[in-house]
């Protein structure tokens, strides 16, 4: 598992349905590390930014090289911020300066985006889109799950209970198993001509890179994992295309 394969997600939520404790609960797995990096206050020009040079956005946030960075808000950051995270989620090294820091393995970003505010916002660049893995959008939860979420928040929150479920070698041992799933050479003939036909449909203007192929077998590898089998089925294509490759797709505006 390398580059931006082993473990970049976009969540997508709706204003103050607390997205952020999704990646939150990191922090109780085993010795893994988490840092929460609010996008706040970016809307400044750069040159008002102070001393911090755009190559040390992301390193003041991860002196301490964490598993698992949480970026709040990424649409809010200027465009310097968002570009920092690039090489990162790449290159899995962050450099300050000309100095280039690797980052521990396991390596993950989460980042939230508020799809319905754009003012003030900074749209992402395909190029760096095309870095996350799954955009994964939470919706709006049951109205029976809401009754329960009510329920389990009335006198503390759950979040600061949760056991530990995984220690960061754990999550390499399993990002390994997940490479071991076998794909047929049918499944990736499909992954391709799926793929593919973002690139010529009328309505696309622009399509998926051979990224989001890698991206939607690893994630069907996956899901065939979780499932309990060791090997991938066109269901897995089926379930997972939509969230690994509708991010990397630009609709034509006609």
């Known amino acids: 598992c390398g580059g931006a394969m082993c473990g970049t997600i976009a969540w997508l939520k709706e ?8 990646p939150k609960t990191d922090k109780n797995n085993g010795n893994a590390s988490l840092r929460e990096r609010p996008i706040i206050g970016d809307r400044r020009p750069p040159s008002k930014l102070g001393d911090i040079q755009p190559d040390r956005w992301l390193a003041e946030y991860t002196t301490e090289l964490v598993n698992v960075l949480n970026v709040l808000g990424l649409l809010v950051a200027l465009e310097p911020s968002q570009a ?44 760096q889109l095309d870095r996350f893995l799954l955009r994964i959008h939470l919706g ?15 006198n503390r929150h759950p979040i600061e209970e949760l056991p530990a479920v995984i220690t960061p070698d754990g999550v390499i ?4 198993a997940v490479g071991r799933i076998y794909v047929d050479p ?19 203007y622009l ?19 979780l499932d309990g089998r060791d090997f991938v089925q066109p269901d897995d294509v089926k ?16």
């Open 84 to 127: 920092a995270l690039l090489e990162p989620m790449e290159e899995r090294q962050v450099s300050v300066e000309g100095e280039a820091k690797p980052l521990p393995d396991p390596f993950i970003v989460a980042a939230t985006q508020n799809p319905i505010e754009y003012e003030g916002t900074f749209p992402l660049p395909e190029a």
């Open 239 to 254: 379930l997972l295309a939509y969230p690994t490759l509708g991010h990397r797709v630009i609709v034509s505006p006609s």
């Open 173 to 176: 041992e399993m990002q390994k």
């Open 15 to 22: 204003p103050n349905d607390k997205a952020t404790n999704k």
């Open 140 to 154: 709006y939860p049951s109205q029976t799950d809401e009754v329960l979420i009510m329920d389990a928040q009335q």
């Open 186 to 204: 049918l499944i990736k003939q499909y992954i391709v001509a799926l793929v593919n036909a973002t690139r010529e449909h009328e309505s696309v």
């Open 207 to 225: 399509g998926a890179s051979p990224r989001g192929s890698l991206a939607l077998m690893r994630t069907t590898q996956a899901h065939a994992m």
